[in-house]
């Protein structure tokens, strides 16, 4: 279905606010901008930046790219025969494969990197996201496996994964700072998923897969 004039226009506003805001948050530090500078610099109304946005750290970690249902869903969507571990190894892996903005694999994102890295705000607001992850993680791998209340393995797997997660952004941010290339640092988050699955174990890389699904039958 072709995208209707209303909702080309409401993507066209939202793009600009996020990139005037981006744009001051680098330029001047995220607490040193407020919501009424990046309305007025957007030719916006406040109003309009928070029927977009519900809070300023959407403008930089926005839901649908910096969702708490990430690893989750990952998950949800595996393939039949495949467990949680291997599914979310393999979309990371894609996503390196095609620079996803996702993994900050754009143009640009060097400097967004930096500002992020210096406001205690939206380091919070990661850190926060990376737990919240993990616990919609558990609470999916308790649910599909069946696990009973008090059992502490989906927690446990979910932990892990949640960590190896982390560990990704975390060697892309740092090979960002170093001013490498994105091609390069796809390759260099390639190995690093390699290095990793090759560690996890068994327990955890076989945990939660998937029933294939029956085969028809015959009519």
Do not use: W
Not at 86 to 114: M, N, P, Q, S, Y
Not at 196 to 215: H, I, K, Q, T
């Amino acid at each position: 279905m072709s995208e209707g004039l209303r909702e080309r226009k409401k993507r066209q506003t939202r793009q600009r606010i996020t990139e005037v805001a981006t744009g001051l948050f680098v330029e001047r530090g995220f607490e040193q901008v407020t919501i009424a500078e990046v309305a007025a610099a957007a030719e916006v109304s406040v109003n309009t930046v928070y029927n977009y946005f519900q809070a300023k750290e959407d403008l930089v970690l926005p839901p649908e790219e910096a969702s708490p249902q990430r690893l989750a869903d990952m998950v949800r969507q595996r393939r039949p025969g495949e467990s949680a571990a291997h599914a979310i190894v393999r979309c990371l892996r894609d996503e390196a494969r095609r620079r996803d903005r996702k993994l900050g694999l754009t143009r640009g994102f060097g400097r967004v990197f930096d500002m992020m890295r210096g406001s205690p705000t939206l380091t919070a607001r990661l850190e926060a996201l990376g737990q919240e992850m993990t616990g919609a993680l558990a609470a999916v791998l308790a649910e599909e496996t069946g696990a009973a209340p008090d059992d502490l393995l989906p927690r446990v797997i979910a932990y892990q994964l949640g960590c190896m997660h982390s560990l990704v952004y975390a060697e892309i941010g740092k090979r960002v700072a170093a001013g490498e290339d994105f091609d390069s640092i796809a390759e260099a988050t390639l190995d690093l998923l390699d290095a990793v699955e090759d560690v996890l174990g068994e327990r955890v890389l076989n945990y939660a897969v998937r029933n294939a699904r029956p085969a028809p039958r015959p009519e």
